[in-house]
């Protein structure tokens, strides 16, 4: 199974600020790999597929970039509604298999 | 507009049965691969199986194989996850997504408890 790390695991942050979050395969995915917003008691948001493409209406204040095994989330600058937690899910081979989790927190 | 309604939730003993449903509405359902994720409370996302848009290919996580089952019903454009011989750590909200993760519906707690 492919081994999906995220860091770090929690990040505080002021409105305005970059945020980075990191992910790394355990073995190369290509660009198989996309980014979930997920807010409490919500259904995760899909944000960025295909490492870099981003979802139909998301802000493009959201970036991911990377491929083989070490990839990015970039958030340009981060507004109220972006505290939350992000997850990296690689699709490249069963069993899809998700990060730990990032929760971006209010500084 | 797109729409994924889970339903089938519950309180079931360990070593119990449940079957989930997910309506689909909204697109072509049998056109979509489709997949059920699950999150134990306070936990991350975990992946449980897919299915193809026709239904003849089909995966598990090793943590679920040979007690849940995927099946989906174009006709009625609905997908569902047999679960039996359920246990403590099945607890969880499940949902379902369609194709690469574009649309989830809002899950269904699963709750297995003595």
């Known amino acids: 199974d492919i081994q999906m790390t995220q860091s770090p695991s929690s990040v505080s942050a002021s409105v305005g600020d970059r945020v980075t979050i990191t992910c790394r395969a355990s073995?190369?995915?290509?660009?198989?790999l996309a980014w979930y917003q997920q807010k409490p008691g919500k259904a995760p948001k899909l944000l960025i597929y295909?490492?870099?493409s981003l979802q139909s209406g998301v802000p493009s204040r959201f970036s991911g970039s990377g491929s083989g095994t070490d990839f990015t989330l970039t958030i340009s600058s981060l507004q109220p509604e972006d505290f939350a937690t992000y997850y990296c899910?690689?699709?490249?081979?069963?069993?899809?298999?998700f990060g730990q989790g990032t929760k971006v927190e209010i500084k | 507009e797109v729409q994924l309604v889970e339903s089938g939730g519950g309180l079931v003993q360990p070593g119990g049965s449940l079957r989930l449903s997910c309506a689909a509405s909204?697109?072509?359902?049998?056109?979509?691969?489709m997949n059920w994720v699950r999150q134990a409370p306070g936990k991350g996302l975990e992946w449980v199986s897919y299915i193809s848009s026709s239904g003849s290919t089909i995966y598990y996580a090793d943590s679920v194989k040979g007690r849940f089952t995927i099946s989906r019903d174009n006709a009625k454009n609905s997908l569902y996850l047999q679960m039996n011989s359920l246990r403590a750590e099945d607890t969880a909200v499940y949902y379902c997504?369609?194709?690469?993760?574009?649309?989830w519906g809002q899950g269904t707690l699963v709750t297995v408890s003595s």
């Open positions: 997504g369609r194709d690469y993760g574009d649309y």
């Open positions: 899910q690689q699709a490249n081979s069963f069993p899809l298999t």
């Open positions: 909204g697109f072509t359902f049998s056109s979509y691969e």
């Open positions: 073995q190369g995915i290509s660009s198989w």
């Open positions: 295909a490492a870099s």
